[in-house]
């Protein structure tokens, strides 16, 4: 969709902040959204693009006024809500006046990383035609997707050229939605900044995107 | 300097912190997560995971030519073979710098970033200015930084927006013959791996 997290490009949120010897986590509650995150992901009922779904779906004003770590927490609760493992009212409901009954032994950490290592590559052994091969002349689709999709608003339409074939990856358009992996290939596809941002941009400078099959047409 | 927009959490510190202390808690009942495991997933990536493990791999390929080639080659190998593979990690390509060329990244659409080499993602690449500014003006975010890169070297951003996730090999500074592997991995600052920073060396 075209949200707000689609950023390249924008202008207007003023200088970067740069922090010296930074911690980790700010404060101990950002650690705990993380690692109930890390946790829950293991439990397999969502993959990562579902959770990038998720999060783009989140209400524009919310999504920019707040910290990364609390739209990690408010994403974590729409998806548990979404995969019905948690309901909306147990969430807003008080701890001492909730009864629950437990659903599951939860995983220990061993588990946790094990899981993690098994499924950690988007890369799939498949035998799939590439479209196109290193040196080809590409278009990016002008696509304007209500769903989720991994193409940037900057790049749709521009001109590029394949620079590297990655192999055969899983479609996170289709993922997302829980409706297969569509195998396909992945490039890095090299852009001429000119060609992207017009002649303010550097004449020398390049922008390279992932993009797989479906988001490219010769040109 | 007072900015609101940088750190929203801390005007809502303690709403949020009580939330994430009620959904542990919801989940803890449910059986869906247990404390124990949380603790090991913080201190993992508190301690054990972060930019220490990239300095290693870009000082190996400093000091090491084969190495160097296999890591430009095959990213995600060679850093598997230093013990380094975690999630987030499964394919990394490691992008060099010359002197003709600088690389830097940046992922427009959330922070995806290389955790088993550089651990969880610091303010700046998450930050809003960043991951907007980063493809379009990244002359003038790398000034931000402190480095005014030449005319005649060209910028390479890549916008992370697959499953691949990039690591910049810095160049090694002037003046460091005499450094051993260890020093040299001293030497070299996360920033320096995400693009944003060039190492200077001891001449300067």
Redesign the interface.
């Known amino acids: 969709m075209d949200g707000v997290h689609d950023m390249g490009g924008m202008d207007g949120f003023g200088p970067i902040p740069i922090e010296e010897d930074e911690p980790v986590f700010h404060a101990p509650w950002e650690g705990r959204v993380w690692a109930m995150n890390m946790a829950l992901a293991a439990l397999g009922k969502w993959n990562i693009d579902a959770g990038r779904n998720i999060m783009e779906q989140m209400d524009p004003v919310r999504y920019l006024s707040s910290s990364y770590y609390q739209r990690w927490l408010y994403r974590t609760e729409d998806i548990l809500v979404e995969r019905g493992m948690v309901g909306r009212e147990e969430i807003e409901t008080p701890p001492e006046q909730r009864k629950l009954e437990k659903l599951a032994d939860p995983l220990s950490h061993e588990e946790i990383v094990t899981r993690q290592r098994a499924g950690k590559s988007a890369r799939l052994d498949e035998d799939i035609p590439a479209q196109f091969k290193a040196g080809d002349q590409v278009r990016a689709r002008n696509i304007h997707s209500r769903g989720h999709i991994r193409l940037p608003r900057y790049a749709r339409g521009k001109a590029g050229v394949i620079d590297r074939d990655y192999g055969v990856f899983i479609f996170p358009d289709t993922h997302a939605v829980f409706a297969g992996t569509k195998p396909q290939h992945l490039y890095s596809v090299r852009f001429a900044a000119r060609e992207l941002w017009g002649e303010e941009a550097s004449a020398r400078d390049k922008v390279y995107l992932d993009m797989w099959d479906d988001y490219l047409e010769a040109c | 300097m007072a900015?609101h927009?940088?750190?929203?959490?801390h005007s809502h510190?303690s709403d949020?912190?009580l939330?994430?202390?009620?959904?542990?808690?919801?989940?803890?009942?449910?059986?869906?997560?247990?404390g124990?495991?949380?603790?090991?997933?913080?201190d993992t990536?508190?301690n054990k995971v972060?930019p220490r493990n990239g300095a290693r791999v870009v000082a190996r390929a400093w000091v090491d030519s084969e190495y160097r080639a296999w890591l430009l080659r095959d990213g995600t190998a060679a850093i598997d073979s230093l013990g380094y593979?975690?999630?987030?990690?499964?394919?990394i390509?490691v992008l060099e710098n010359t002197a003709e060329v600088h690389n830097m990244t940046v992922c427009?659409?959330?922070?995806c970033y290389p955790w088993p080499v550089l651990?969880?993602p610091?303010?700046?690449y998450?930050?809003?200015?960043?991951?907007?500014?980063?493809?379009?003006d990244?002359?003038g975010?790398l000034r931000?930084?402190g480095q005014d890169i030449p005319?005649?070297?060209?910028?390479?951003?890549?916008?992370?927006?697959?499953?691949?996730r990039y690591l910049v090999l810095p160049e090694r500074p002037a003046g460091t013959e005499g450094l051993d592997e260890e020093a040299l991995a001293e030497l070299v600052t996360r920033n320096s791996m995400i693009g944003t920073d060039r190492l200077k060396g001891n001449n300067g």
């Open positions: 900015d927009t940088e750190h929203p959490e510190l949020t912190d939330r994430v202390r009620a959904l542990e808690s919801l989940l803890t009942e449910k059986g869906l997560v247990d124990e495991a949380l603790n090991a997933i913080v990536y508190e972060g593979a975690s999630t987030q990690g499964a394919d390509v427009t659409l959330c922070s651990g969880l610091p303010a700046l998450k930050s809003f200015p960043y991951r907007s500014r980063a493809v379009k990244p002359r975010v931000e930084f005319e005649d070297v060209e910028v390479r951003v890549w916008d992370s927006t697959s499953e691949v």
